[in-house]
């Protein structure tokens, strides 16, 4: 983007929806300097970041601004933590803390069959003064397994097509 074009956003008024901090360069060491508590805050700080940028990139996979072939399922997950273990001990940490906080995020997506359904039922017979109905619990269970699994063969089928394509 031209310097030009840089000024004719300003102009607009147009700013990001998230600081330019979040996009560190790759290659930025962070360090508490032995201080454990600017470590552990330092930790909270990371993790929210990444909470925060994969309920974007789910808003974006809706909104269509990413595409489905973007994502990794189980098979993708391996291959790309081989490539990272192979750069170090610590780069597998953080990718491994990478994986855990976007199940983290999907586990609490309002679906039937994972903890965010969950407490969309509870949420349910709280205001109702009842559960709903175990049909309608059963038939959007069923649903939630099906956009799970519908999920997990795409992302399949996506890295087989990336490893033998």
């Keep these: 983007m031209s310097s030009e074009q840089v000024g004719e956003l300003h102009a607009l008024g147009w700013t990001a929806p998230l600081p330019g901090s979040w996009f560190e360069p790759l290659q930025t060491t962070l360090t508490a300097n032995g201080n454990p508590i600017v470590a552990v805050s330092m930790g909270f700080r990371q993790t929210w970041k990444m909470v925060v940028l994969t309920y974007l990139t789910i808003d974006r996979l809706i909104g269509g601004s990413v595409s489905v072939k973007q994502l990794h399922g189980p098979v993708g997950i391996v291959h790309i933590g081989t490539r990272v273990a192979d750069r170090g001990f610590m780069y597998l940490v953080f ?17 039937p069959i994972v ?9 349910y017979e709280k205001i109702f003064k009842r559960p709903p109905s175990i049909a309608f619990q059963n038939a959007a269970t069923l649903v939630g397994l099906a956009l799970i699994g519908t999920l997990f063969v795409v992302t399949f089928y996506n890295d087989m097509m990336r490893l033998t394509g």
């Design 95 to 111: 990718f491994l803390a990478m994986i855990s906080v976007n199940l983290a995020v999907l586990n609490f997506l309002p679906l």
């Design 115 to 123: 903890d965010g359904g969950l407490f969309l039922f509870l949420l």
